[in-house]
């Protein structure tokens, strides 16, 4: 299994700022996604995080508004920008080991107001 | 484009009676198929999953699932509910091969009552 360690678990911003989350896996895995959780929601996946390139964006999701890094195989980061109340969300990672087994992280608990 | 149903939105039981949450997919070709459950202020956790073979899946804490190709259903059993049981529960597909990006339901929320 992975284990995955997403931090912040919880924050609350003031709206116009930006967070960054990060994604931290503790063994290198094939692929990683970013998925938002909106209250009441299901979940909705932003984006693949590439390794060493651009990450690929789901129809809705752009890269100023959530830039996603991925510096290695086992550390991503997901940036919130210029956040709104609307952005008030859940955000996930997940990840696909060698194994091809699938894990989220605990998730990040965002509150903007 | 897959898609996943959950025409349930919130479903009440009494603690011990026995429990089926609905699902029903859209995809082209044999799907993957997942149940998750999220407990409050918790991550997703993973009650089992259909790739291929046996129908009738069996997975974590008492929970089955069997997918159903004519009815392009998957839904979510357990025979008798404990109140821990009580959480969000989140059916999921997503195609063969190496893509593994999930398509999730809107989710069914379980109460228990005593």
């Known amino acids: 299994s992975a284990v995955i360690s997403q931090k912040p678990s919880r924050d609350i911003c003031q709206r116009g700022t930006s967070l960054t989350i990060q994604c931290q896996v503790d063994?290198?895995?094939?692929?990683m996604f970013w998925y938002r959780q909106q209250p009441g929601q299901s979940l909705t996946l932003i984006a693949t995080a590439n390794q060493g390139s651009e990450a690929t964006y789901e129809s809705g999701f752009v890269i100023d508004k959530f830039p996603i890094s991925r510096p290695n195989l086992t550390f991503s980061t997901l940036t919130v920008s210029n956040m709104s109340p609307e952005d008030s969300s859940i955000y996930l990672c997940s990840v696909v080991t060698e194994n091809e087994k699938l894990f989220f992280g605990s998730g990040t608990q965002l509150s903007v107001l | 484009a897959q898609s996943v149903t959950q025409p349930d939105i919130h479903i009440t039981v009494s603690e011990g009676a026995s429990l089926e949450l609905r699902c029903n997919y859209s995809y082209g070709a044999t799907p993957y198929l997942f149940w998750y459950v999220q407990s409050p202020g918790q991550g997703l956790q993973l009650l089992l999953k259909y790739f291929s073979g046996d129908t009738l899946v069996q997975g974590i804490k008492g929970f089955e699932a069997e997918f159903k190709r004519s009815q392009s259903s998957f839904n979510l059993r357990k025979p008798s509910v404990h109140w821990s049981d009580a959480a969000e529960y989140f059916c999921?597909?997503?195609?063969?091969?190496?893509?593994?990006?999930?398509?999730f339901g809107k989710g069914t929320l379980l109460t228990v009552n005593p």
């Open positions: 063994s290198q895995v094939t692929m």
């Open positions: 999921a597909v997503r195609g063969g091969g190496s893509n593994y990006k999930l398509t």
